[in-house]
């Protein structure tokens, strides 16, 4: 049930691995799927790529949504200064792991609050260095069709079992590689007034 003196909550994402994130302390929020063209649009680096993309996703549901809080979230994989994709299937997730074998991949989790009601925007990135062990095809055969990730950027789930194929993770926040930064979020939330547990 819906409290009536709470602001409303609007994820603005089509992931479900956001959704199971938020929903580990907030019971009710709305959830929109942003209608964003990822490929048209143009930004000078990674990291403003993942900053353009969580901002235009919240942006894009916020006429519809001015007196909730909008939370939109992007991820951007780089390896080799490069930003690698979702693979969207087998052959290109085998591909991504093995260019990942002995390396380290950076991911870049984007977050950016919308306040209409006080005209303000919060924004916070995440930096996640995930230094993959040396592995070949067999291990990651076997790993895809465990996990099944073609829809992560990586090719793996650390929610699953991700963690086979990883020598080290630097991070400030764990949940930051599942998409979305909680650490960082429940502060934001908070400072906006939302009662948290």
């Known amino acids: 049930m ?3 003196h709470a602001v409303p909550l ?6 479900a691995y956001r959704r199971s994130l938020l929903e580990r302390f907030i019971n009710d929020f709305d959830v929109i799927s942003p209608d964003v063209d990822e490929a048209a649009l143009d930004a000078e680096s990674p990291l403003e ?3 353009l993309l969580a901002r235009t996703k919240a942006e894009t549901v916020l006429p519809q949504h001015r ?3 909008i939370i939109g979230s992007d991820q951007v994989a780089v390896r080799d200064d490069k930003v690698i994709g979702k693979p969207g299937d087998h052959a290109h ?3 991504q792991l093995l260019s990942a074998s ?4 950076e991911f ?3 977050v950016c609050v919308l306040d209409p009601a006080n005209r303000r925007r919060y924004e916070h990135v995440d930096h996640t260095q995930v230094r993959f062990r040396q592995f070949d095809r067999r291990l990651a055969d076997v790993y895809l069709h465990h996990d099944k ?6 090719s793996f789930k650390l929610e699953g079992a991700g963690f086979v194929l990883f020598e080290e993770v630097r991070t400030t926040d764990p949940t930051a590689l599942v998409g979305l930064p909680m650490i960082w979020l429940a502060g934001t939330l908070r400072e906006l007034g939302q009662l948290l547990p």
């Open 49 to 51: 790529l993942a900053e």
């Open 102 to 105: 002995g390396k380290t991949v």
């Open 149 to 154: 990730p073609y829809d992560c950027a990586g």
């Open 67 to 69: 007196k909730s809080v």
């Open 93 to 95: 997730a085998i591909e």
């Open 2 to 4: 819906r409290n009536p």
């Open 108 to 110: 870049l989790t984007a």
């Open 10 to 15: 609007v994820l603005a994402s089509s992931s």
